[in-house]
């Protein structure tokens, strides 16, 4: 049963261009979502993470937006630059675990 | 300072066989956890090793097993292959119950292991 869905699977922006990627979360208990990045032949890397007591956080040109009532959350990439290229798997980790459930993931190109 | 380093970064197994691989966590880090990614989808977790011992599993059969060393190191272990076994296995290490902080979980860059 997959816990976290992410979409779109591939996205494609121009350089300059605003980025969003959306996630939707089943279980209520999940209280702590980070968005990973992975570029080709690395694994994943933590970018931002956000808790449901805030409905959004920024950190650069990256945003993450969250809607506690509809079990949503997004990545926002402000003025998208080619070094954004990667896959952005969203995520979902509840208190007092340690394991956390990745979506399918999302593989981003920014055109130059 | 080192971060996560797992060996080898690709192997070829026939079906049917068996196969280890293994994961030396960042520095100061005490639990190692293992991920399968197969192509084109997220990590899927397989189990989390923390004072030697198995402390959270995923859905997976048992066939995967692990091993945690006294140096944090790990193995992960996988019997009778199966093609569908055909993935990236990454390893991730953390500081016990800190993946929810800032830092979240360290991850190597991963074992390709291709089961024909």
């Given at each position: 049963q997959q816990q976290v869905k992410q979409s779109p699977q591939s996205l494609i922006v121009q350089k300059g261009g605003i980025s969003i990627?959306?996630?939707a979360y089943e279980n209520t208990a999940f209280d702590y979502f980070p968005w990973y990045q992975q570029f080709p032949g690395k694994g994943?890397?933590?970018l931002i993470a956000i808790r449901p007591d805030v409905s959004e956080k920024k950190e650069g040109r990256f945003t993450i937006s969250f809607n506690k009532s509809a079990k949503q959350f997004s990545l926002h990439i402000m003025d998208s630059q080619p070094g954004d290229s990667a896959t952005y798997f969203c995520a979902s980790n509840m208190n007092r675990?340690?394991?956390i459930i990745f979506g399918k993931g999302t593989r981003l190109h920014i055109l130059p | 300072d080192?971060?996560?380093t797992q060996s080898p970064?690709?192997?070829i197994k026939t079906r049917g066989q068996q196969v280890t691989l293994r994961c030396s966590p960042k520095s100061g880090h005490d639990t190692v956890s293992w991920y399968q990614q197969a192509l084109g989808q997220g990590p899927q977790f397989i189990f989390q090793y923390y004072e030697e011992e198995e402390r959270q599993r995923g859905n997976f059969?048992?066939?995967f097993s692990g091993h945690q060393f006294p140096n944090y190191s790990s193995e992960l272990n996988v019997n009778a292959l199966l093609l569908g076994d055909s993935a990236l296995y990454l390893c991730a290490s953390s500081l016990v119950g800190t993946v929810r902080a800032n830092y979240g979980y360290t991850f190597g860059s991963g074992t390709r292991l291709t089961v024909v």
């Amino acid at each position: 049963q997959q816990q976290v869905k992410q979409s779109p699977q591939s996205l494609i922006v121009q350089k300059g261009g605003i980025s969003i990627i959306n996630c939707a979360y089943e279980n209520t208990a999940f209280d702590y979502f980070p968005w990973y990045q992975q570029f080709p032949g690395k694994g994943p890397a933590l970018l931002i993470a956000i808790r449901p007591d805030v409905s959004e956080k920024k950190e650069g040109r990256f945003t993450i937006s969250f809607n506690k009532s509809a079990k949503q959350f997004s990545l926002h990439i402000m003025d998208s630059q080619p070094g954004d290229s990667a896959t952005y798997f969203c995520a979902s980790n509840m208190n007092r675990d340690d394991k956390i459930i990745f979506g399918k993931g999302t593989r981003l190109h920014i055109l130059p | 300072d080192a971060g996560v380093t797992q060996s080898p970064t690709h192997l070829i197994k026939t079906r049917g066989q068996q196969v280890t691989l293994r994961c030396s966590p960042k520095s100061g880090h005490d639990t190692v956890s293992w991920y399968q990614q197969a192509l084109g989808q997220g990590p899927q977790f397989i189990f989390q090793y923390y004072e030697e011992e198995e402390r959270q599993r995923g859905n997976f059969p048992d066939r995967f097993s692990g091993h945690q060393f006294p140096n944090y190191s790990s193995e992960l272990n996988v019997n009778a292959l199966l093609l569908g076994d055909s993935a990236l296995y990454l390893c991730a290490s953390s500081l016990v119950g800190t993946v929810r902080a800032n830092y979240g979980y360290t991850f190597g860059s991963g074992t390709r292991l291709t089961v024909v």
